[in-house]
């Protein structure tokens, strides 16, 4: 398979200072509302793809679910590790790649959060992150995750931003410049990423990164998750069950089930 650019090195250290203002409550909030709407039985255990620096994971081991968290980023998981210890709660974590990852069990839901199944640039990626998500579940298990919605990247294509902020511990700044590059070809956007990290005027460090991003289109995605052995079941915005997808919706919500 091929590799994606991303690799979360030294900006998985500013990862948590960036998205600081995400509510990843809320998101915890519609991930329990999917679940529960469409599980046959009570989902007890989860495993958390892409698991990051467990924004999702430790509010979902808080509200009583056992959760495995699987991340490539060594980075990423030791500021997961961290913030568990922090917390006083048990929280496995494996470093690994969701394309080929097998731990030899079994879990009631998987989950792919923040877009970690946009970040399968490739339909070999894509299907092997879809096929460990299968690898670990039962029949009747679900899969959830975001993803990035064709139609609407197309009416609303992405462009330059600047997201500034100060850091929570010292008060320093931190300048996040992001440029896309779009390939409408092949359906991907290759988000270039500049941090700056500064005391005043002088910059105490600097971090370039480019992340490798895919959109989907419904037809397509079901016939991936088909392929990787699983039904369709919802489809809606992200943090909208009760919504329709249309062109004002960049993110799109996806429950399958195992068959």
Not at 65 to 71: F, I, L, Q, W
Not at 110 to 135: C, E, H, K, S
Request: glycine share 8%.
């Amino acid at each position: 398979m091929g590799d994606a650019i991303q690799v979360f090195g030294t900006y998985a250290n500013y990862y948590d200072e960036l998205y600081q203002d995400k509510d990843y409550e809320a998101e915890v909030d519609f991930v329990e509302r999917m679940l529960g709407d469409h599980a046959s039985s009570k989902v007890k255990s989860i495993l958390d793809l892409g698991c990051g620096t467990g924004g999702h994971a430790l509010p979902l081991i808080q509200r009583g679910y056992a959760v495995t968290g699987v991340d490539r980023s060594q980075g990423m998981l030791d500021r997961a590790r961290a913030k568990a210890e922090a917390a006083g709660v048990s929280l496995p974590l494996h470093q690994g790649d969701v394309r080929d990852l097998d731990l030899g069990a079994t879990f009631d839901a998987a989950i792919f959060m923040f877009a970690v199944v946009a970040y399968q640039p490739t339909n070999a990626d894509l299907n092997g992150a879809l096929r460990t998500a299968r690898r670990h579940l039962e029949p009747g298990g679900l899969v959830f995750f975001d993803t990035w919605y064709g139609p609407a990247v197309l009416a609303d294509p992405p462009t330059d931003r600047i997201k500034e902020m100060t850091h929570p511990a010292d008060g320093t700044r931190i300048i996040r410049i992001t440029q896309p590059v779009h390939d409408k070809l092949r359906q991907t956007i290759e988000v270039r990423f500049h941090v700056l990290h500064l005391k005043g005027e002088e910059v105490l460090q600097e971090v370039r990164e480019s992340h490798l991003m895919r959109y989907l289109f419904p037809q397509e995605l079901s016939f991936h998750l088909e392929q990787a052995g699983f039904r369709l079941v919802k489809l809606c915005p992200f943090m909208d069950a009760d919504a329709e997808m249309s062109d004002a919706h960049w993110n799109m919500a996806v429950v399958a089930e195992a068959i």
